[in-house]
C-alpha cells in the first residue's frame, strides 16, 4: 500500500531509521511540495501543513515591514518562511521571516546559499498559527538562541502577545503591544502590531 504525506492528518512527526542528510531532506521536500518540513536535532522530521489565509497575511505583513526597514538600513538579508536554514546542531528549520547580516551571507558559497543556509540567523521571527503548539514553538525559540540567533520574537495573535529572546537571558513577554522594537543587530527596527492583531 502506498500513501502520500498529504494523506496524513498534519502536522505529523516521522523519525527515519537513519537521520537524513541535507541532499536527502532537499529531496525529500522537493517530492512534498506544498508541505512544511523541518528536522530537529534528532533527525525528527516535522512535517507541516501550509499556513491558512490570516496566518500567510500576518507573515506577509511581517515580512514586508522587516524588508523595507532593510531596504533603508542595507545591513542585512531577509528570508521568508520557505528558507530552511541548518543550524550548528544539525537540525534544519524554517523560520515565518528571518534576517541575516550581509557579511555572514556573503562569506558563504554559491552552493551553500542554494541549499539550506549553513548558518543560524540573526534574528528570527516566529508567528503562532491556531494549529500550533504553543510550548513546542517556545522549545523552538530556545532552539534558535541556543543555535546563535541573537534576537527572536515568538508572536502570538491568539492572545497577543510577543515574547523577545535574547542569549543569556529569560524570554519577556509584552502584552497587547502596540509595537516591538529591535535590539542590538535589529536596532532601530520595529514591527507595528495593528496589522498582525488585526
Given at each position: 500500500m502506498t500513501f502520500s504525506l498529504a494523506e496524513l492528518p498534519l502536522p505529523v512527526r516521522l523519525r527515519p531509521q537513519v537521520p537524513m542528510t541535507d541532499d536527502e531532506l532537499l529531496r525529500f521536500c522537493a517530492a512534498n511540495d506544498g508541505l512544511r518540513v523541518e528536522r530537529d536535532v534528532n533527525g525528527e522530521l516535522l512535517v507541516m501543513t501550509p499556513a491558512g489565509g490570516s496566518t500567510g497575511k500576518r507573515n506577509t505583513d511581517v515580512i514586508i515591514d522587516l524588508g523595507l526597514w532593510n531596504r533603508q538600513h542595507d545591513r542585512g538579508i531577509v528570508f521568508e518562511s520557505n528558507t530552511g536554514f541548518t543550524l550548528p546542531d544539525g537540525s534544519m528549520l524554517s523560520p515565518d521571516a528571518a534576517w541575516v547580516e550581509r557579511s555572514r551571507w556573503e562569506a558563504l558559497s554559491d552552493r551553500d546559499r542554494e541549499r539550506f543556509v549553513p548558518l543560524c540567523p540573526d534574528f528570527v521571527i516566529e508567528l503562532r498559527s491556531?494549529?500550533?503548539?504553543?510550548?513546542?514553538l517556545k522549545e523552538k525559540m530556545e532552539r534558535w538562541i541556543a543555535n546563535g540567533a541573537q534576537l527572536a520574537w515568538l508572536i502570538d495573535p491568539i492572545e497577543e502577545t510577543v515574547s523577545v529572546y535574547r542569549p543569556g537571558e529569560p524570554s519577556e513577554v509584552h502584552h497587547h503591544p502596540t509595537s516591538v522594537q529591535g535590539h542590538g543587530v535589529m536596532a532601530g527596527f520595529e514591527l507595528v502590531m495593528?496589522?498582525?492583531w488585526d
Open positions: 491556531p494549529s500550533d503548539n504553543l510550548a513546542e495593528g496589522r498582525i
